[in-house]
């Protein structure tokens, strides 16, 4: 289908500079490669290109989850792509999932559980902090996604209010402070992922764990490296995002 006014694409210049742009007709978008004029893209195929008005090509494609990640609007720091799908993995999250998201900050997190879950699941994202919720709101509204979610302003002291949820994500200053609570909301062989970036954390999460009915308990951390695509200089890039976070996963069960 041809691209319209009012969708969101994203361009894509050759020498790796990147936008999303939402079609506007008679709107013009300032590159340090030229102007590109957004009547020039309505009409066109995502796959095609327009040439900005010095001439140079941008690439036509669709928006992506990953895009929409890193050009977020954000306040807070993000859980790494290259987390992120490692954690929806191993939550096992599927369609028609009900999931818990504590810890809300941009809306990454509760966007890629979102997606996953689909029309027929739910994801209910806790949050303290007004300015938080209202940034997520608006970024999940742009994303088309906030219809699968539910958004809750509170503490998770006092607990949940769902029960028998699939999966918790809890991504708190203090995880081990929950886990109780975590243990109540999650279903029988119900799965929780905790992240944190120091091993302070991760080892009081682990000591808390240890006392409460869960099992296949693990530790991860993630090393990424990426690699030039040259076929003639084929080399790692000179730079890598290594330690992000660390992060626990188990499972619950009924062992009274």
Known sequence: MPIQYGDRVYIYIDDGKD????????KEFSTHKGNILH???????YGEYVLTTKGNKVYLL???????IYHMRRSSQIVYPKDLGFILLMLDIKEGDRLIDVGLGSGSMTA???RLVGHTGRVYAYEKRED???LAIQNLTIWKLIDRVTI????????????DINAIFLDVPQPWDY??????ALAGGGR????SPTAGQIMESLRCLSKLPFIMVEVWENLFRQYKPDPYTFRPYDRMVAHTTYMIFARKVNDN
């Open 152 to 163: 809750k302003q509170r503490d998770i002291e006092i607990g949940f209010d769902e029960k």
């Open 39 to 45: 009547d020039d893209i309505a009409g066109k195929n």
């Open 179 to 184: 886990l109780k609570q975590c243990w109540e």
């Open 132 to 134: 938080m919720i209202s």
């Open 192 to 195: 929780l992922g905790i992240i």
């Open 62 to 68: 669709p928006v992506g989850i990953i895009e929409n």
């Open 112 to 114: 890629a559980m979102a």
């Open 19 to 26: 936008y999303i742009l939402t079609i506007q007709e008679g």
